[in-house]
């Protein structure tokens, strides 16, 4: 799957939500399903054509430390395993519309807490696909790291995106932000599906660059 062809698949993803689940000529939709728990998939399912082929993907996951003192509980988006250790976690936003003025503070204590999570212990469970949950036991790697992967640079004003953009160029120890396309939104609804494909921009290097962190901090 390429970047373009990622994409495409969310543009699609935007169009089927505003239809109703269940079509009526007397039902009409106006806010369109969500489709973030869709996009989780889909990624992860890019991720995993991209990465080595030992690699686990748990899709919006809760893992905890053992113990109620100082417990540790995180629920990423995707969170990436080799053998019994998780290599990284990466946290998926369609856009920054909802958080435009406090990803800035949201990302800092995120940063921070991916260096308390650092080689400690973890635990999770996995389901099956008949729901049977099974106990794993993980370390976080030493070099472990958040990622972000925001589909959007837009829904967003240019003041709260360039405080955005400075602190991603100052660079941050235990994470990183990637921004994948920008121009106009997969979900923008004064443009047909044909439009938007034409008229979006996919940010090609921001995918090289994810993609090549994601490898050194997992080989």
Do not use: C
Not at 2 to 22: F, G, H, N, Q, S
Not at 36 to 56: P, Q, R
Not at 131 to 140: H, I, M
Not at 147 to 157: C, E, L, T
């Amino acid at each position: 799957m390429t970047p373009k062809e990622l994409i495409v698949r969310i543009i699609d993803l935007y169009v089927e939500a505003r239809k109703p689940i269940y079509p009526d000529p007397r039902i009409f939709r106006g806010e369109s399903h969500t489709i973030s728990s869709k996009t989780e998939d889909l990624f992860a399912y890019y991720l995993k054509e991209k990465l080595s082929d030992d690699l686990i993907f748990y899709v919006n996951q809760t893992i905890t430390t053992d113990g109620q003192e100082n417990r540790i509980r995180s629920k990423p988006d995707i969170v990436i395993t080799k053998g019994e250790e998780i290599k990284t976690v990466l946290d998926l936003k369609m856009d920054l519309g909802y958080y435009r003025k406090e990803f800035p503070s949201i990302w800092e204590n995120q940063d921070k807490k991916i260096k308390s999570m650092r080689e400690k212990e973890f635990r999770l469970y996995e389901k099956d696909k008949d729901n049977k949950r099974t106990q794993r036991l993980f370390n976080f790697s030493k070099n472990a790291k958040l990622f972000y992967v925001i589909i959007s640079n837009q829904n967003i004003g240019p003041i709260e995106l360039d405080k955005i953009l400075k602190i991603q160029k100052e660079g941050k120890d235990f994470s990183d932000v990637f921004f994948l396309t920008e121009g106009i939104h997969p979900n923008s609804w004064k443009y047909s599906r044909e439009d938007i494909i034409d008229k979006i921009i996919i940010n090609d290097f921001a995918f090289d660059d994810l993609l090549k962190g994601l490898g050194e901090i997992i080989s």
